[in-house]
């Protein structure tokens, strides 16, 4: 049962809730990034999709046929959930108590409440850490909307560039990313749960409406709420700010080797202080949004 729920679970991990502007609903969050003489692209992505947002844009596809590299947060290969299987229940399982035992009276009834109201499938949950049931809740309220992993972003053009032996470079690690959700402490990870259960259709609807139209300040507000909370700026600090300062420094390093690249991250570390469109400007880098 254990190996089954953690194999089901697995692409939640990778599902994070981020934005990107759909090609052809907006203005598309595609930066030209320039230093001297020399170009690539940046562009937002999502990592779960709907069918409506293809096809993409000729600015965005001219910018990824032009582009020798494509760079992403990770590329999972098929067979990899399966190597990642025993870190997965290493870090997401817990044997020795059940969720319910660990959460705070004030958690527990929020999640109980949201078990009944929402029928969730908590009896799968109980061996699960918190961290790990936040991301499946969140998966499950996106899919919800009608948007499919096998249609994001990322993964259309990781098909493309497997198809075209396009070479293909991985900015982060899947082991890195698991023991960087896995790490935050219990009243971390219990926000994140409780967040996660709090979530409402309305608001992903809306984060979804703001990448659709390209309304950037709007998805920064969305990112960065609630951050007067030290538990919820900790959260952030450690899945935005920190990953996009070690973004830009593999960016930068495959810049320095002359190589022309097509860069897809989750949109959420593209805008605002401290996203990888104020990080290259501030070292050096000219990024121009293109229509």
């Not at 939640?12 to 502007?21: I, R």
């Amino acid at each position: 049962m254990i190996k089954k729920i953690a194999i089901s679970l697995f692409s939640a991990v990778f599902a994070l809730v981020t934005a990107s502007v759909s090609a052809d609903n907006g203005k598309p969050d595609l930066w030209k990034v320039e230093k001297d003489g020399k170009s690539s692209y940046l562009f937002g992505s999502i990592h779960l999709g709907s069918q409506d947002m293809y096809p993409l844009s000729k600015v965005v596809q001219d910018a990824y046929n032009q582009a020798e590299n494509l760079v992403v947060e990770i590329d999972l290969k098929p067979g990899d959930e399966q190597k990642l299987l025993p870190l997965i229940q290493e870090l997401g399982v817990d044997m020795t108590s059940t969720l319910e035992s660990r959460l705070s009276p004030e958690a527990l009834s929020v999640y109980q409440k949201a078990c009944t109201e929402k029928t969730l499938p908590c009896s799968q949950f109980s061996p699960l850490k918190e961290w790990f049931v936040s991301l499946q809740l969140q998966l499950m309220i996106i899919q919800q909307l009608g948007y499919k992993e096998e249609l994001g972003i990322d993964k259309h053009f990781l098909d493309l560039a497997h198809k075209s032996n396009k070479n293909v470079v991985s900015l982060e690690t899947a082991d890195g990313q698991l023991k960087l959700l896995s790490g935050f402490n219990q009243q971390q990870q219990e926000l994140m749960l409780v967040q996660s259960l709090e979530a409402t259709k309305e608001e992903m609807e809306s984060l979804f409406t703001a990448w659709k139209t390209g309304d950037d300040a709007a998805m920064v507000e969305m990112f960065t709420k609630g951050l007067d909370n030290a538990s919820a700026k900790a959260i952030y600090d450690a899945m935005f700010i920190d990953r996009n300062i070690e973004m830009a420094k593999n960016i930068q390093a495959l810049l320095a080797q002359n190589k022309s690249l097509f860069v897809v991250v989750g949109a959420g570390h593209i805008v605002g202080e401290k996203g990888l469109v104020d990080l290259l400007t501030k070292a050096g880098y000219k990024l121009t949004q293109l229509q």
